[in-house]
């Protein structure tokens, strides 16, 4: 990759980051990367185009891992749907990896995932844009496991799940580590058993009374 490009792209990915997308400017990115503002157009045009290719650089590879597992598992299941816990750890674990290896700059932009998906829906839409067919199939993975479950039901829990995620990509709360005297430290084993075993957990919840009575009355309808 071309040296400045690189550059733009580490220093876009720390402090968007550290401060947010909406609160980093351009020009910050320029001057901490010590690059002038043609060079950005010329590679990215835009903010949000610079953005997005921060988030492809390291999610592409990763959506890659996450279709090889679940390849692996779909596989190892023998003709069944893979188990809910296996089609969670597939679609986690590439992720909660990168931490593996900090030389790398994978943990910032875990921490740039986190804080994204707290600042709005810049994250999804880029996500959904480019990485659809991938989305897809983990959808169908999870309707398998849980075929029972009502599809506006499975809608609020994927919602859910993905809260939980970005909550641990981000590194917790510091309000609660205060509450609670306690830190999190962001350990990609642990913090990978203790996703699947609560998000499955939550998966498998029992379907509130008001959301069967009104699955029942939606059957009776058509």
């Known amino acids: 990759m071309n040296l400045t490009k690189e550059r733009i792209l580490d220093t876009a990915e720390r402090l968007f980051a550290e401060h947010g997308y909406a609160a980093t400017s351009l020009r910050s990115i320029i001057a901490d990367a010590g690059v002038n503002l043609a060079a950005v157009h010329y590679h990215f045009h835009s903010k949000e185009a610079l953005l997005e290719a921060v988030i492809l650089r390291r999610s592409v590879p990763a959506n890659q891992e996450r279709v090889a597992l679940l390849d692996r598992f779909e596989k190892e299941a023998g003709g069944q749907p893979p188990s809910l816990e296996k089609v969670i750890e597939a679609f986690a674990a ?23 998906h707290a600042e709005g829906d810049l994250l999804p839409r880029i996500i959904t844009a480019q990485f659809g067919d991938v989305l897809k199939r983990f959808g169908a993975a999870l309707r398998a496991a849980l075929p029972d479950l009502p599809p506006e039901e499975l809608f609020w829990r994927l919602n859910l799940a993905i809260g939980a995620l970005a909550q641990t990509l981000r590194g917790g709360s510091k309000d609660l580590e205060t509450i609670s005297d306690l830190s999190l430290t962001l350990n990609s084993e642990t913090a990978l058993e203790r996703l699947v075993a609560f998000l499955s957990a939550g998966f498998r919840a029992p379907v509130p009374t008001h959301a069967v009575q009104k699955t029942h009355v939606a059957v009776q309808e058509r």
Do not use: A, H, K
Request: positive net charge; charged residues 15%.
């Open 94 to 116: 590439p992720t909660l990896q990168m931490s593996r290896d900090p030389q790398n700059g994978s943990m910032v932009f875990m921490r740039l995932l986190g804080r994204l």
